[in-house]
């Protein structure tokens, strides 16, 4: 399935967050999440969230004549789905704006730094950079 990621919403994009790190919840948990931190009301985190279902981002199961959320994609998957929609369409593809930008970053930490490492090993064993 193709994603289109980057025509979501700041507001879906939101929601689509929280989710991915409570799941499965329902509307009014979501919707006291967003009214305490953007303002939103619970009838556009309603319209949000079935918008989202539609598009395939999230399922929804009854529970007890409740229904509870849960996003199709795990946080981790999402968030690299997002960064890589963000390198392909704003930074047309190009890795070197991102590396100057992590090369500045605060707060990394040093599982972070062992992980890049790890992977520029890998990469150099696929043949696919050169160090």
């Not at 392909?88 to 070197?96: A, K, N, P």
């Not at 972070?112 to 064993?125: D, G, S, T, V």
Request: aromatic share 4%.
């Amino acid at each position: 399935m193709v994603d289109d990621l980057n025509k979501l919403g700041p507001t879906e994009l939101a929601v689509l967050r929280f989710l991915a790190e409570h799941n499965p919840v329902r509307v009014g948990e979501v919707a006291d999440h967003m009214a305490a931190t953007s303002g939103q009301a619970r009838t556009t985190v309603l319209t949000t969230m079935e918008r989202l279902r539609r598009k395939k981002h999230l399922t929804r199961r009854k529970v007890r004549g409740v229904w509870h959320y849960s996003p199709t994609r795990s946080t981790s998957e999402l968030m690299e789905r997002l960064v890589g929609d963000f390198v392909r369409t704003v930074l047309h593809g190009s890795l070197s704006p991102f590396v100057a930008w992590l090369a500045n970053a605060e707060g990394i930490t040093p599982e972070e730094i062992q992980l890049l490492k790890q992977r520029i090993l890998e990469l150099e064993a696929e043949g696919q950079c050169d160090v």
